[in-house]
Each structure stands twice: as structure tokens, then as C-alpha cells.
């Protein structure tokens, strides 16, 4: 058990439906980074929130957004689902900011399965 | 962008084998780690090697991180089953700060 809880475990949704996927981070941790997992894709990195500030962003699309609130869980919010979005969806925490060092030892939460049909 | 191509991508093998998977990118990091993933859950962080030539062992898993930090490899001494999954390369830094910038992976297969 990391100690980042993400939920929920499984979504199903239709096209063009919009979902909210949640994460708790390790308690203390500041960051929270988002990524994507699919197939044909591997593990990408979508964007980092650093104690409610946006601080990095991967390849993530316009109709994707995320935030991270004031007690520090963020949420991920995913627009105009299509077909290609299902994948899996994984939040990891780490203590610090970014320094690209072993500090930032991020820890991932068990993610969510999106399914879009 | 920063890319970590890792190989091979599938790797079947017998109970009692070794093996050594390699990841490698023509970018600098700042730290590399692997990670070993099984069905259904995260990314489990292994270990993560930071100075250039550094040798880390974990038991049976031995970690290396290239002169140049550009490369790394993970060997495994007489695998087991229980080492089946997918692993993957991380690297750290470099030229995109805070972001984990991944290989495809590797999905290990251990045969009894």
C-alpha cells in the first residue's frame, strides 16, 4: 500500500460523457502528479499540482483539467470523452517540489480503469 | 522531449534464467528509477540510481546507471516466478524538471 488512494477503481462511461477522477495523496505530500496508461501509449505524464499551484504539464489535452484543492487531494476532470481515452489513470504523490533528485520518489496510487464506449 | 526507449519489450524465460533488460535515451538525467508494476495496481518504485557509474543491488536485482546518465540496466539473477510483471525505466530531471519520463516497458514472463 503506497498511501495514495484514487477513486474510483472503475469507470464506464459513453462518448462525450465527462468524468472526475479522485486522488488523496500520501499524507504530507505536496505534489500530486497525473499520468495515463494505455496500451499503445505506455505510462505518460499529464500534469503536476505543488500545494494548489500548477507546476508542470505533460501531454495533456485541452479537454482534460485537473486541480488540487486546499487539504491537498486533487481531482482530474476529463471532458468529451471518446474511444481513446480509456486507459488507465494514475496519481503519485512525492514530498517535495522538483528538484530532480531522490527526494522526489513519487508513490502511485492503485489508478483508475477508464472504459469509454 | 526527452525519450527512454527500453528493450526488449517481452521477455519469456525459464524458472532459474538470467536477464537484463536496458533502457536508454540520447537525453541526460538528473536520477533514473525502475519501477515494477503487476495487474491491476501501480507502479512499485524498486530502486533509483543517481551518479553516473553507480551499481545498486537489491537481492537478486542488480541496478546500473550508465557514465553519461544517459542509460541504465537492470539484471536479474535466477529468476523466479514471482518476478513476472512489467517493469519499467524512469528517468528524472534533466531537461523536464519534476516530470517522470518513462519507457515503453517490459513485460517479464517467468516460467515455472
Known amino acids: 500500500d503506497s498511501g495514495v488512494t484514487q477513486t474510483p477503481k472503475h469507470l464506464i462511461t459513453a462518448t462525450g460523457q465527462r468524468v472526475t477522477l479522485r486522488c488523496s495523496p500520501r499524507?504530507?505530500?505536496?505534489?500530486v502528479y497525473w499520468y495515463q496508461q494505455s496500451l499503445d501509449q505506455g505510462l505518460q505524464f499529464l500534469i503536476q499540482?505543488?500545494?494548489?499551484?500548477?507546476?508542470a504539464k505533460g501531454n495533456i489535452l485541452e479537454r482534460f483539467s485537473a486541480q488540487q484543492f486546499p487539504d491537498l487531494h486533487s481531482e482530474l476532470n476529463l471532458s468529451s470523452l471518446e474511444l481513446g481515452d480509456s486507459a488507465l489513470y494514475f496519481c503519485?504523490?512525492?514530498?517535495?517540489?522538483?528538484?530532480?533528485?531522490?527526494?522526489?520518489?513519487?508513490?502511485f496510487g492503485p489508478g483508475t480503469r477508464l472504459t469509454v464506449l | 522531449t526527452q525519450l527512454l526507449e527500453q528493450s526488449p519489450q517481452f521477455l519469456s524465460i525459464q524458472e532459474g534464467e538470467n536477464l537484463t533488460v536496458y533502457c536508454n535515451s540520447s537525453?541526460?538525467?538528473?536520477?533514473l528509477q525502475w519501477y515494477r508494476q503487476e495487474p491491476g495496481e501501480g507502479p512499485v518504485l524498486l530502486v533509483t540510481?543517481?551518479?553516473?557509474?553507480e551499481v545498486k543491488k537489491l537481492k537478486r536485482l542488480t541496478f546500473q546507471f550508465g557514465d553519461a546518465r544517459k542509460d541504465s540496466s537492470l539484471h536479474i539473477t535466477a529468476a523466479q516466478t514471482g518476478d513476472t510483471g512489467l517493469y519499467l525505466c524512469?528517468?528524472?530531471?534533466?531537461?523536464?524538471?519534476?516530470?517522470?519520463?518513462f519507457g515503453q516497458g517490459t513485460i517479464l514472463t517467468v516460467h515455472p
Open positions: 503519485a504523490s512525492s514530498g517535495f517540489q522538483t528538484s530532480g533528485g531522490v527526494r522526489d520518489t513519487q508513490y
Open positions: 499524507s504530507g505530500d505536496l505534489s
Open positions: 499540482y505543488y500545494n494548489g499551484e500548477e507546476r
Open positions: 537525453s541526460v538525467f538528473s536520477s
Open positions: 540510481v543517481v551518479t553516473g557509474g
Open positions: 524512469a528517468g528524472l530531471g534533466g531537461t523536464s524538471y519534476g516530470k517522470l519520463t
